[in-house]
């Protein structure tokens, strides 16, 4: 089964920028999306289609992609963005839904 | 504004049954794709099915983890989605989310139904 892996913990000064990357065997044609999920709280989807924020997102949330990375990342981070972060993608040849690893985001 | 209430979690034994039930308001049920995501105790996300609108052939596709012991179905005219789990182990255990769809993302969820399995 497809395989996407995350760093297990990033930690960022408030006011400096974090980046959480997604990787996978070519990932780079894969449309790739993003959930936020804060302790005791449903996931919230952040990013989709690689680079698109949904209505109420802050722009401070961004999201790239190159080669087999796809990167999100938050800046001017401020404590409310301590949470854990996903990437998900749809494997075409499978035809189901895989979710990576998670990212600690730690606001120090 | 996008509602999805999940019910139905419980303890259940290992080997029995359960069935989740969702239900959603806000959009046009009938025309959505909609998806289970599940999260054990302190672990990450997995997606356990999805179930596409009858209008787009209400076909089902289940992960390999669940494929024959859960079934996800729909009531349009409830505007209610479900989860018939069976043959429960302890790995079953989590956290279970209903999700609406937008294409390959998971873009509005529930707060979730807890099930835990016992030995």
Redesign the interface.
């Known amino acids: 089964s497809y395989v996407v892996t995350q760093p297990p913990s990033v930690s960022v000064a408030p006011g400096q920028t974090a980046r959480i990357t997604c990787g996978g065997n070519n990932i780079g044609s894969k449309n790739i999306h993003w959930y936020q999920q804060k302790p005791g709280q449903a996931p919230v989807l952040v990013m989709f289609y690689d680079s698109d924020r949904p209505s109420g997102i802050p722009e401070r949330f961004s999201g790239s992609k190159s080669g087999n990375t796809a990167t999100l990342t938050i800046s001017r981070v401020e404590a409310g963005d301590e949470a854990d972060y996903y990437c998900q993608l749809w494997d075409r040849s499978s035809d189901h839904y895989v979710f990576g690893t998670g990212t600690k985001v730690t606001v120090l | 504004e996008v509602q999805l209430e999940e019910s139905g979690g419980a303890l259940v034994q290992s080997g029995g049954s359960l069935r989740l039930s969702c239900a959603a308001s806000g959009f046009t049920f009938r025309n959505a794709w909609m998806?289970w995501?599940r999260q054990a105790p302190g672990k990450?996300?997995?997606?356990v099915g999805?179930l596409k609108s009858i209008g787009e052939g209400g076909t089902a596709?289940h992960?390999?983890p669940v494929k024959g012991r859960f079934t996800i179905s729909r009531d349009d005219s409830k505007n209610t989605l479900y989860l018939q789990m069976s043959s429960l182990t302890t790995e079953d255990t989590a956290v279970y989310?209903c999700t609406t769809m937008?294409?390959?993302?998971?873009?509005?969820?529930?707060?979730?139904t807890l099930v835990t399995v016992s030995s």
Not at chain 2, 44 to 47: H, V, Y
Not at chain 2, 106 to 111: I, L, N, P, V, Y
Request: glycine share 14%.
């Open positions: 998806s995501v990450g996300l997995e997606w999805r596709d992960a390999a989310y937008y294409s390959s993302a998971f873009d509005s969820w529930g707060q979730g």
